[in-house]
């Protein structure tokens, strides 16, 4: 800052910025970095490799390297990264001292920095210098007592030089500032890997007054305990239990107290422990002291003696919960496990008589559900806790009885109590249970169980007679047809199996029709029947069209090794796409079609490749109204419709597209010839002189009256028609007098000028060309004759009704035919057709290219 003669500090002036609008091109902070990285803006070369073969060279290597870490020192002293770079390239020059002292100076800067001790002892570990690494642990210590590492790896360089007097001389240093409790831990295992178990209680000692938490007091008894010292282990625990007191108190000291005099067979001091806990702690408090008891009593104790202590309560709370609802069956559950855990066999059995007595009112399933339980799980007590078959067979067959079969049943009781008798080995009884139960109510799932059993057996002629009579209870579950057919096709019955699917597919109602034919096709293509599977898909496809079916046919066909499979499988293509021709869901026929060019495209020609591609539709954006509910308008929904070329009421869409995109190609290659004459003109412009130049002007002018006369009768087309329309003459002069084979261009400008208000306006009167392309409403123009610049163009005919009347969809057919009769006649005069449209400006403009100055010189 500059400073006046008075004293006064004068602020220098800022300049204004005086347009604080953002910048047109923005240009961002990433757009930066990488055009840096890209112009490796920041990237130095790699230094040249030295060679060093004397010593006045290494001298001057390490001055010149020396320099360079002090000139970075002295660019900035408290980054601690250069120092040790420094020093730890003087280590590797062997120049211990001269690191030492860099050290030093870095310590000097930053004697906080943790990670300058730690290299800075640790090289002196590296060279061995035993005593300077002491010293600098000594000093990183006192400056920093709270560094655990620091102590760490102290003492384990104590320890690995077998100093032991001095590692405890560190731990005990350390323990001075009562550390956390890692380094306690670590103290008491160096003092028991060298058998010092008295210096490792004391230590304990210690420990536990400065960490008084109860997982400390456990370790120290357990510490006792494992050395053998267990009455040192029951004064730590007695100690422990006075130290926490009443208002302290945790359980799972006690938990761990009464497990170590259980170890020592003191059953009574466990239970007195036990029952003083629990009178002292809280209910919600003692779960797991609660649990231990328990597990304790079951071990030793007397369960008839203790029910009353451990169960009284929760078994008074479960009797309370069904008195008040007899039908609370999860209450009743609960009831029924703490039971069976505490109570003897004839207690639970009281307890489930008492609960499946109490039977739902309703006789509806849902209300049965958890009420059947009851039964499963007395059953289950019966036969796996208390080991009593017989009286298990009259649970299941009361169970059974109970159920009223007539209305609804539980498959899973059937095949449990079946399940049951099989494990006795009482197989007709099981026999009789399930066919009992397939006459009273059959279901699926006992059928199912039953042949499962069955097949288990290796019975099959049952399996057969039970199949039949699923069959004849559900007729329309395709996957027993399968099922069936499949084990006959397992037992090597081929015409059996294939009778069985015969059957199957002349069900009149089935759940799954397709599962069932897709079987029967891959039963037939297993056994090599390719004439029969053959036949199925034509009969399958007498009764669906599915395009996955025609898929599948072709494919089938195209996997069978035979010299006409190519042939076979384009005919199923074309027999599909003739039959999906009157489908509604065009996806289907797009998908058929493009799984034809796949095949074509690995198989085909190009001629076969071609014809599928011309089959393709073209995806076209439509929009439809939408109805509410109630019937009022809900606006317009835009949907994607595909329209097939093989269609005859699309063909009148297909030539509209058409047509309309070759007039946008002719108005591109327009506006590049537009493009090409500007240039050509400015280009010779530029070398004329200035009496050609005024001359210019003069024409100019003309030739812009020219074009406000043009631009009155045309109609604008986004701001170029009428630039066009009045270029139209001109360029007709120019074409007539290059060749007398190019018609008169002014009339093609106008005419292409005008189109574009119906175009924008009225799709679909684009798609008579010749009627409505003229400005003046000629129906037809004769074809292009050679005549000269100056020739006057016929009188033209007033048009006719145009081809495709919006007005009327219904009359494509009349239209499209109307549109091309009038359409050829339109296009040999105006040039919209495909043929002498694009032959005659084709040779306009290879004209214009190759003779610019000529038509330059025609137009002056």
């Given at each position: 800052m500059a400073s006046t003669a008075a004293g006064k500090q004068r602020i220098p002036k800022v300049a204004k910025v005086k347009n604080k609008a953002p910048a047109e091109v923005q240009i961002t902070a990433e757009q930066l970095l990488r055009e840096a990285k890209e112009r490796e803006l920041e990237l130095l070369p790699p230094p040249p490799k030295q060679k060093i073969t004397d010593e006045e060279e290494l001298?001057?290597?390490?001055?010149?390297?020396?320099?360079?870490?002090?000139?970075?020192?002295?660019?900035?002293?408290?980054?601690?990264?250069?120092?040790?770079?420094?020093?730890?390239?003087?280590?590797?020059?062997?120049?211990?001292?001269?690191?030492?002292?860099?050290?030093?100076?870095?310590?000097?800067?930053?004697?906080?920095?943790?990670?300058?001790?730690?290299?800075?002892?640790?090289?002196?570990?590296?060279?061995?210098?035993?005593?300077?690494?002491?010293?600098?642990?000594?000093?990183?210590?006192?400056?920093?007592?709270?560094?655990?590492?620091?102590?760490?790896?102290?003492?384990?360089?104590?320890?690995?030089?077998?100093?032991?007097?001095?590692?405890?001389?560190?731990?005990?240093?350390?323990?001075?500032?009562?550390?956390?409790?890692?380094?306690?831990?670590s103290y008491i295992n160096f003092e028991l890997r060298y058998k010092e178990v008295e210096k490792a209680r004391s230590t304990y000692e210690r420990f536990v007054l400065v960490h008084p938490d109860v997982k400390n007091w456990i370790k120290y008894a357990r510490f006792e305990e494992?050395?053998?010292?267990?009455?040192?282990?029951?004064?730590?625990?007695?100690?422990?239990?006075?130290?926490?007191?009443?208002?302290?108190?945790?359980?799972?000291?006690?938990?761990?107290?009464?497990?170590?005099?259980?170890?020592?067979?003191?059953?009574?001091?466990?239970?007195?422990?036990?029952?003083?806990?629990?009178?002292?702690?809280?209910?919600?408090?003692?779960?797991?002291?609660?649990?231990?008891?328990?597990?304790?009593?079951?071990?030793?104790?007397?369960?008839?003696?203790?029910?009353?202590?451990?169960?009284?309560?929760?078994?008074?709370?479960?009797?309370?919960?069904?008195?008040?609802?007899?039908?609370?069956?999860?209450?009743?559950?609960?009831?029924?496990?703490?039971?069976?855990?505490?109570?003897?066999?004839?207690?639970?059995?009281?307890?489930?008589?008492?609960?499946?007595?109490?039977?739902?009112?309703?006789?509806?399933?849902?209300?049965?559900?958890?009420?059947?339980?009851?039964?499963?799980?007395?059953?289950?007590?019966?036969?796996?806790?208390?080991?009593?078959?017989?009286?298990?067979?009259?649970?299941?067959?009361?169970?059974?009885?109970?159920?009223?079969?007539?209305?609804f049943t539980?498959?899973?009781?059937?095949?449990?109590?079946?399940?049951?008798?099989?494990?006795?080995?009482?197989?007709?009884?099981?026999?009789?249970?399930?066919?009992?139960?397939?006459?009273?109510?059959?279901?699926?799932?006992?059928?199912?169980?039953?042949?499962?059993?069955?097949?288990?057996?290796?019975?099959?002629?049952r399996c057969r007679k039970l199949y039949e009579k699923y069959l004849e209870f559900a007729p329309e579950n395709c996957t027993t047809w399968i099922k069936f057919s499949e084990l006959e096709t397992i037992l090597g019955d081929t015409e059996r199996a294939r009778a069985i699917f015969e059957l199957a597919i002349g069900q009149p109602r089935l759940d799954m029709p397709e599962v069932l034919w897709k079987s029967y096709i891959d039963f037939e293509i297993e056994q090599e029947e390719y004439n029969n599977t053959r036949g199925l898909y034509k009969r399958l496809l007498q009764r669906t069209q599915h395009v996955k079916v025609w898929i599948s046919y072709a494919q089938y066909e195209l996997s069978i090794d035979s010299p006409d499979r190519l042939q076979r499988c384009r005919q199923i293509f074309e027999e599909a796409n003739k039959g999906l021709r009157s489908c509604e869901e065009k996806e289907e026929r797009l998908m058929l079609l493009e799984s034809w060019r796949e095949f074509e495209q690995e198989f085909g020609s190009d001629s076969t490749r071609e014809r599928v591609m011309k089959l393709l539709p073209e995806k076209v954006k439509k929009r439809r109204k939408l109805t509410a509910e109630d019937g009022s308008d809900?606006?317009?929904?835009?949907?994607?419709?595909?329209?097939?070329?093989?269609?005859?009421?699309?063909?009148?869409?297909?030539?509209?597209?058409?047509?309309?995109?070759?007039?946008?190609?002719?108005?591109?290659?327009?506006?590049?010839?537009?493009?090409?004459?500007?240039?050509?003109?400015?280009?010779?412009?530029?070398?004329?002189?200035?009496?050609?130049?005024?001359?210019?002007?003069?024409?100019?002018?003309?030739r812009s009256g020219e074009e406000s006369e043009r631009s009155g009768e045309v109609p604008e087309r986004s701001g170029k028609g009428p630039e066009r329309s009045g270029e139209g003459p001109e360029r007709s002069?120019?074409?007539?007098?290059?060749?007398?084979?190019?018609?008169?261009?002014?009339?093609?400008?106008?005419?292409?000028?005008?189109?574009?208000?119906?175009r924008s306006g009225e799709g679909p009167e684009i798609s008579g060309k010749g009627p409505e392309r003229s400005e003046e409403g000629t129906a037809s123009e004769k074809p292009p004759i050679h005549e000269p610049a100056n020739h006057k163009p016929a009188p033209e005919k007033p048009p006719q009704k145009g081809s495709f009347d919006d007005k009327d969809d219904s009359s494509s057919s009349s239209s499209s035919s109307s549109s091309s009769g009038s359409g050829s006649g339109s296009d040999s005069g105006s040039g919209s057709s495909s043929s002498s449209s694009s032959s005659s400006e084709s040779e306009d403009d290879d004209a214009a290219k190759k003779q610019p100055k000529k038509r330059k010189k025609d137009s002056d």
């Amino acid at each position: 800052m500059a400073s006046t003669a008075a004293g006064k500090q004068r602020i220098p002036k800022v300049a204004k910025v005086k347009n604080k609008a953002p910048a047109e091109v923005q240009i961002t902070a990433e757009q930066l970095l990488r055009e840096a990285k890209e112009r490796e803006l920041e990237l130095l070369p790699p230094p040249p490799k030295q060679k060093i073969t004397d010593e006045e060279e290494l001298n001057d290597y390490k001055l010149k390297k020396r320099k360079g870490f002090e000139d970075n020192i002295r660019k900035n002293r408290t980054v601690i990264s250069n120092w040790i770079k420094y020093a730890q390239w003087e280590e590797s020059l062997k120049e211990v001292q001269r690191a030492r002292s860099i050290y030093e100076r870095a310590l000097d800067v930053d004697h906080r920095n943790i990670a300058l001790w730690l290299k800075y002892a640790e090289m002196e570990m590296k060279n061995r210098q035993v005593n300077h690494a002491r010293n600098i642990w000594d000093r990183a210590i006192t400056i920093l007592p709270r560094v655990n590492q620091f102590w760490y790896k102290y003492s384990y360089m104590e320890e690995m030089l077998g100093n032991i007097a001095g590692c405890r001389q560190v731990f005990e240093r350390w323990m001075e500032w009562e550390p956390e409790e890692q380094a306690w831990h670590s103290y008491i295992n160096f003092e028991l890997r060298y058998k010092e178990v008295e210096k490792a209680r004391s230590t304990y000692e210690r420990f536990v007054l400065v960490h008084p938490d109860v997982k400390n007091w456990i370790k120290y008894a357990r510490f006792e305990e494992k050395h053998g010292y267990v009455a040192h282990g029951r004064k730590v625990f007695e100690r422990s239990v006075e130290f926490f007191g009443e208002e302290h108190i945790d359980e799972n000291l006690f938990v761990a107290f009464a497990r170590f005099e259980e170890k020592q067979k003191e059953f009574e001091r466990v239970r007195v422990i036990y029952k003083y806990a629990l009178d002292r702690i809280p209910k919600q408090q003692a779960q797991e002291l609660f649990k231990s008891y328990t597990v304790f009593e079951k071990k030793y104790g007397d369960r008839r003696g203790i029910e009353d202590v451990i169960v009284s309560k929760r078994r008074f709370q479960y009797e309370e919960e069904v008195k008040a609802n007899p039908h609370n069956y999860d209450a009743w559950f609960d009831y029924l496990r703490l039971v069976e855990s505490d109570a003897d066999p004839e207690t639970a059995r009281d307890v489930y008589e008492r609960a499946i007595a109490n039977i739902p009112p309703i006789q509806e399933k849902r209300h049965w559900r958890r009420y059947i339980y009851l039964w499963i799980n007395y059953a289950l007590y019966e036969e796996l806790e208390v080991k009593d078959p017989e009286r298990t067979r009259q649970v299941y067959q009361a169970c059974l009885d109970l159920i009223p079969h007539k209305k609804f049943t539980f498959a899973k009781m059937w095949l449990l109590y079946s399940q049951f008798e099989i494990r006795q080995k009482n197989l007709q009884a099981a026999r009789r249970g399930l066919g009992a139960s397939i006459g009273k109510c059959p279901k699926n799932k006992l059928f199912k169980g039953y042949i499962e059993l069955e097949l288990q057996l290796r019975e099959f002629d049952r399996c057969r007679k039970l199949y039949e009579k699923y069959l004849e209870f559900a007729p329309e579950n395709c996957t027993t047809w399968i099922k069936f057919s499949e084990l006959e096709t397992i037992l090597g019955d081929t015409e059996r199996a294939r009778a069985i699917f015969e059957l199957a597919i002349g069900q009149p109602r089935l759940d799954m029709p397709e599962v069932l034919w897709k079987s029967y096709i891959d039963f037939e293509i297993e056994q090599e029947e390719y004439n029969n599977t053959r036949g199925l898909y034509k009969r399958l496809l007498q009764r669906t069209q599915h395009v996955k079916v025609w898929i599948s046919y072709a494919q089938y066909e195209l996997s069978i090794d035979s010299p006409d499979r190519l042939q076979r499988c384009r005919q199923i293509f074309e027999e599909a796409n003739k039959g999906l021709r009157s489908c509604e869901e065009k996806e289907e026929r797009l998908m058929l079609l493009e799984s034809w060019r796949e095949f074509e495209q690995e198989f085909g020609s190009d001629s076969t490749r071609e014809r599928v591609m011309k089959l393709l539709p073209e995806k076209v954006k439509k929009r439809r109204k939408l109805t509410a509910e109630d019937g009022s308008d809900a606006g317009w929904e835009e949907y994607y419709d595909y329209i097939f070329p093989e269609d005859s009421a699309n063909q009148p869409n297909l030539k509209l597209l058409a047509m309309a995109k070759m007039w946008k190609k002719q108005q591109v290659d327009l506006d590049e010839e537009d493009k090409e004459e500007d240039m050509e003109e400015e280009e010779e412009g530029e070398e004329e002189e200035g009496g050609e130049e005024k001359g210019k002007d003069e024409e100019g002018s003309e030739r812009s009256g020219e074009e406000s006369e043009r631009s009155g009768e045309v109609p604008e087309r986004s701001g170029k028609g009428p630039e066009r329309s009045g270029e139209g003459p001109e360029r007709s002069g120019e074409g007539a007098e290059r060749s007398g084979e190019v018609p008169e261009r002014s009339g093609k400008g106008s005419e292409r000028s005008g189109e574009g208000p119906e175009r924008s306006g009225e799709g679909p009167e684009i798609s008579g060309k010749g009627p409505e392309r003229s400005e003046e409403g000629t129906a037809s123009e004769k074809p292009p004759i050679h005549e000269p610049a100056n020739h006057k163009p016929a009188p033209e005919k007033p048009p006719q009704k145009g081809s495709f009347d919006d007005k009327d969809d219904s009359s494509s057919s009349s239209s499209s035919s109307s549109s091309s009769g009038s359409g050829s006649g339109s296009d040999s005069g105006s040039g919209s057709s495909s043929s002498s449209s694009s032959s005659s400006e084709s040779e306009d403009d290879d004209a214009a290219k190759k003779q610019p100055k000529k038509r330059k010189k025609d137009s002056d």
